[in-house]
């Protein structure tokens, strides 16, 4: 009896002890991620809002398996605990089909549904693929370099350095490479990621919804000042991006391929600059570089080899 | 003419190789010092010849699996210590100052690279040696020498790894050293050298110790014990060596490939004369995902012994597991690719892999369901092992869940490198393996020792863990939704993420009392084990292992039983069967020191090609083939141990 007394009494102390400490974490946690910004959650274009719904929708799926094992484990457990001598003891029951067949089933379900939903939306959001719209898409070319981004837009004549302008509400046709180890080219807000790889050009196609100014990062190690490789995506208005462009395309310095070769020196420089296109088969010599039998790439980099 | 001669005997090695800066010098002098008072007190105490002919040239596997597990345990110390770095330095966004880019890069590549090859893998086979041959009713391994081998060759490995923190530098291109960023052209440091040959090296160890035991499972069973009536921990071992065996060689030969580009300036990974890097990229995943599963099956089975023994019950669905187990052994080779749905491979590729991949779940689930069913009609015993289990659902049904989130390629855009990823595997491989590891360490503790582990510190040590992991790698999921990368030094503090990095720091500190508590633990049990010793078979068991002496004798086994039933010892224990003492002669495997030898030439030859040393390669090499051939051609290396010594020790055991 009064061992029984003892024993509810420590577990009541437990019970507080845990829920308290429950609570603590809860509270932090909300407390520091309180008003700062997820992009992921709460994006700003068109690809970016579909991979939410997306997530959103997988991880609804995940939830029909995952609470009913979360009651299961905690009701059996506690049910079955061996201070419980009322409850059954079947030491044999090991098997069922009917219960084994339901969990094979059952996952087998979840499965198959998010099987077709994996198939439709992989397809709908693979980021090769345009975003069908009526307006005229912009196209922007990026280099990752060590340890900057420069994105060239061979339309407008213009590139830029750590900083990429696009209008709202049009469709940019990223393509993308690397002039350094492998990047990875994310903006959060706006979509998914994609590889930068020398010789070799990757897409991503993105709209963005609304007027702002989005961080982009390289989401893969590529060396010392990696942690540097971050970006502003600015989306603005057609007529602000116009006047932008056209500005720019006047009174800036020139990008060529000799002022280049200096651009693709490593630096830790994460400062933001704007240049005329002076070349504007520059992107491509940046692949072709990593495409001749002798290349190693190594134009512009010193102390490789033995 | 100075220089040259100085190139040829010493390579690329020179006097300010050894000049660090003053955490990583501060981290290597204090390991030699520990290494010091060990030889200090091994001196004093003389105990060199102990340690000689019952550790080092030992071929018991229970010698060889305690062995593995100190190493384990050293060595996730020191994967810790690492991460408390890289908390720190994240949680003071960098501005501190407290690490370089470079230092920060070298101890993240340092902390993966040596938490799964020398923490995770060590933990694997230190158990496979003590609990394989013991479950099996077998007296030891198919290839006693073959497994002193492996595990020298994976202490090398071990040594080689943390060589860096005293001559040279690590690795900075992260646990799986990606191409380019790996190749000549952008790493031409001894950093990537040490990576490659601690893991080659390692790595050559785990294939030979995955055949050593895959065979010992097959053919050294005791008799009656049909492959449906192996307890299921043998299953998860049998399912982790077969993908031992597929998936090393691999890794191997990618080794292998990178070695040359670094080495002989050849191109299979660079970015341009024809390399492609992607071919690495495939290549390293498909050793790398069945890699998870390598450590993770056998953390199943551990979970599977432990939750029918505390629940006094049959494993649910025994056949399903089985099942399970093989499905998930071959499907882990079909999804490779879901490491890079962002390297642009097209939506049909991608859809393939992606499904190939929320597949596994099927089994995966089966299995959790079939382990709380366990527990159903069943008497359940909260003990340590079986809180870890309780975790173990927890968390790893919170990590599933994260893994079929990023199954989805264009969900997986979104989470790519970002610590959302980071907290995902963190989740399955701490959730799963480490708290696997504790669960069986707790549970066979007492089998291996005679006594058990002290229970409430155990328990406090399984809440701090808890509660300090959930602080560690919540806001990592959190962070990955911020778009926070994995992998940075600095951030810019306007973004916001301050806050959730220092709750992430103080998780591990809190990780970190409880490994703290975790030592005192094994301390105290060590201290009073007279107060908590127990007979052979402390949790009322199920399995053959339980049957025999605590600790077992160097032969396990005094007669070889007769298997009839699954749980074998449950059902001898049902039917008051008592083994006839009809003793045999016993063949025993001798002592060598072949094994250590072996590793010390390994160790020699990683080295020296890593500093481009010659001379010292050929040494290194020369050194390895002569020992084996030495050793190979040696044809007594079994003694006798006749049937009326075995029964004189056993009624000497008796009579204490």
């Known amino acids: ?306 | 003419m100075f220089s040259n001669l100085s190139q040829i005997i010493f390579g690329r090695l020179t006097p300010s190789d050894f000049v660090h800066d003053p955490i990583m010098a501060g981290a290597g002098y204090a390991m030699i010092a520990a290494l010091v008072l060990v030889i200090i007190g091994l001196t004093y105490f003389k105990k060199w010849k102990w340690l000689w002919r019952t550790w080092i040239t030992s071929l018991d596997p229970k010698k060889i699996g305690v062995m593995y597990i100190i190493v384990a345990v050293i060595m996730l110390l020191r994967g810790l210590a690492d991460a408390l770095l890289l908390r720190t330095q994240q949680a003071t966004d960098g501005s501190a100052g407290i690490l370089t880019s470079d230092h920060f890069q070298q101890i993240f590549s340092a902390h993966g690279t040596i938490m799964i090859f020398f923490v995770a893998m060590g933990i694997i086979f230190g158990i496979f040696n003590l609990i394989i041959p013991t479950q099996i009713g077998s007296r030891d391994v198919a290839f006693p020498f073959l497994n002193s081998v492996s595990f020298w060759l994976f202490a090398a490995g071990m040594i080689l790894i943390n060589a860096p923190l005293i001559v040279g530098e690590f690795s900075t291109a992260g646990w799986l050293a990606y191409p380019p960023l790996s190749e000549l052209q952008y790493s031409p440091g001894v950093g990537v050298d040490y990576w490659i040959w601690s893991l080659q090296i390692a790595g050559i160890g785990s294939l030979l110790s995955g055949i050593n035991f895959f065979v010992t499972i097959i053919k050294m069973r005791a008799p009656g014990m049909k492959l449906m009536m192996m307890p299921i921990f043998v299953w998860s071992a049998l399912a982790s060596t077969t993908l031992i065996m597929f998936a090393f060689p691999i890794l191997t030969a990618t080794l292998g490939m990178l070695s040359l580009d670094r080495l002989l300036g050849m191109h299979f990974f660079t970015s341009g004369a024809g390399g492609n890097p992607m071919l690495y990229i495939n290549l390293i995943w498909a050793w790398g995902h069945p890699e998870v599963y390598i450590l993770v099956l056998p953390a199943f089975g551990i979970f599977s012994e432990v939750v029918a023994t505390f629940s006094g019950k049959k494993l649910f669905g025994y056949k399903s597991m089985v099942v399970a187990l093989a499905a998930i052994t071959f499907l882990s080779f079909t999804v490779w690719l879901h490491h890079f749905f962002t390297m642009g491979a097209g939506a049909d590729v991608n859809t393939f892999f992606g499904i190939m991949t929320m597949v596994i779940a099927i089994p995966t689930g089966v299995k959790v369901f079939n382990w709380i069913f366990t527990m159903y009609r069943g008497r359940v015993r909260f003990t340590t092992p079986m809180l870890w289990f309780m975790g173990f659902i927890v968390t790893f049904t919170l990590g599933g869940l994260a893994g079929v989130l990023m199954s989805v390629p264009p969900a997986d855009f979104q989470f790519h490198n970002s610590l959302f990823l980071v907290a995902h595997f963190h989740t399955m491989i701490v959730g799963g393996v480490l708290f696997g590891a504790f669960a069986g360490f707790a549970y066979w503790f007492p089998k291996f020792t005679g006594f058990t582990l002290n229970e409430r510190l155990g328990r406090y040590a399984f809440w701090l863990w808890i509660v300090g992991f959930l602080l560690a790698f919540i806001p990592l999921y959190i962070l990955g939704f911020m778009g926070a990368t994995r992998r940075l030094d600095h951030y810019d503090p306007s973004l916001g993420w301050q806050g959730l990095f220092i709750v992430a720091g103080v998780g591990v500190l809190i990780i970190c009392a409880g490994v703290g508590l975790q030592i005192l633990q094994l301390i105290v049990s060590i201290v009073k084990r007279n107060e908590n010793r127990v007979g052979n078979d402390p949790w009322n068991g199920r399995t053959l292992e339980w049957s025999i002496a605590s600790p077992p004798q160097e032969y396990n086994y005094t007669v070889i039983p007769t298997v009839t039933h699954r749980d074998e010892f449950w059902e001898m224990k049902r039917r008051h069967h008592v083994v006839k003492p009809e003793y045999t002669d016993i063949w025993l495997p001798k002592n060598t020191g072949a094994g250590v030898i072996v590793g010390l030439f390994a160790l020699i030859f990683g080295a020296a090609i890593i500093w481009h040393i010659i001379w010292l390669v050929i040494v290194g090499l020369v050194g390895v083939i002569i020992t084996l051939i030495i050793r190979l051609t040696n044809d007594e290396t079994e003694e006798k141990l006749t049937a009326a010594e075995v029964a004189k020790r056993e009624l000497k055991r008796q009579i204490a």
């Open chain 1, 1 to 306: 009896m009064r061992k029984d007394r003892k024993r509810n009494f420590r577990r009541a102390g437990q019970a507080i002890l845990s829920s308290l400490v429950a609570v603590i974490i809860v509270t932090v946690l909300v407390f520091v991620t309180h008003g700062r910004d997820i992009p992921v959650l709460n994006p700003h274009g068109l690809i970016a809002d579909q991979e939410r719904n997306l997530i959103l929708l997988t991880v609804g799926l995940g939830l029909i398996v995952v609470i009913p094992v979360f009651i299961m484990l905690f009701s059996i457990a506690w049910r079955y605990r061996a201070s419980n001598t009322k409850a059954k003891y079947q030491p044999d029951f090991a098997s069922h089909k009917g219960i084994e067949a339901l969990w094979w089933g059952l996952p087998c379900v979840i499965i198959l549904i998010l099987a077709i939903i994996t198939g439709i939306y992989t397809h709908a959001l693979d980021p090769f693929k345009p975003i069908d719209s009526s307006v005229k898409p912009v196209q922007i070319q990026v280099v990752s370099l060590q340890w900057k981004w420069l994105f060239i837009y061979p339309d407008q004549k213009i590139a830029t350095l750590n900083y990429v302008n696009i209008p709202k509400d049009t469709p940019i046709n990223f393509t993308i490479t690397s002039d350094a180890p492998m990047n990875s080219f994310w903006v959060p807000a706006l979509a998914g990621q994609v590889y930068a790889m020398s010789g070799m050009s990757t897409q991503l196609h993105l709209m963005a919804d609304s007027v702002g100014s989005y961080t982009g990062s390289s989401a893969n190690i590529s060396g010392d000042g990696f942690a540097d490789m971050h970006f502003k995506v600015n989306s603005m208005n057609e007529s602000d991006f116009a006047t932008w462009a056209k500005k720019t395309s006047i009174a800036s310095q020139s990008l060529t391929s000799s002022s280049y070769d200096g651009l693709a020196k490593p630096s830790h420089d994460n400062s933001e600059s704007a240049y005329v296109l002076g070349d504007g088969s520059l992107y491509n010599e940046v692949i072709m570089k990593y495409m001749s039998p002798d290349a190693e790439g190594s134009m512009n980099m010193s102390g490789s080899g033995m």
